[in-house]
């Protein structure tokens, strides 16, 4: 659902309510400005964002990373 955001502020209520299953994408100028997701969504697009950061640290360490400490503890021996 693409709307104006005037038609958001007039009606924000409404939208909130469509946003529990659908976003809603907010239109200013012709232009996308914003899009209204539900708390759920968002919580779970945390998630999946969490979970690709999780993905590439572990291929950094598979690939030599040490780390931070590891990389201290290093250095202080020399």
């Known amino acids: 659902m693409q ?3 005037t038609e958001l502020k007039n009606r924000l209520g409404q939208y909130l309510d469509v946003a529990e299953t659908d976003p809603v994408i907010v ?3 012709g232009r996308i400005k914003s899009v ?3 708390s759920a969504t ?3 697009f945390l998630a999946y964002e969490d979970a690709y950061w999780a993905i ?7 690939e030599g990373y040490l780390g931070s400490k590891a990389s201290e503890n290093l250095l202080k021996r020399k």
């Open 3 to 5: 709307i104006t955001a």
């Open 42 to 44: 968002y919580e779970k």
């Open 36 to 38: 209204l997701i539900s």
């Open 56 to 62: 590439k640290a572990k291929q950094a360490e598979d």
């Open 27 to 29: 239109k200013k100028s």
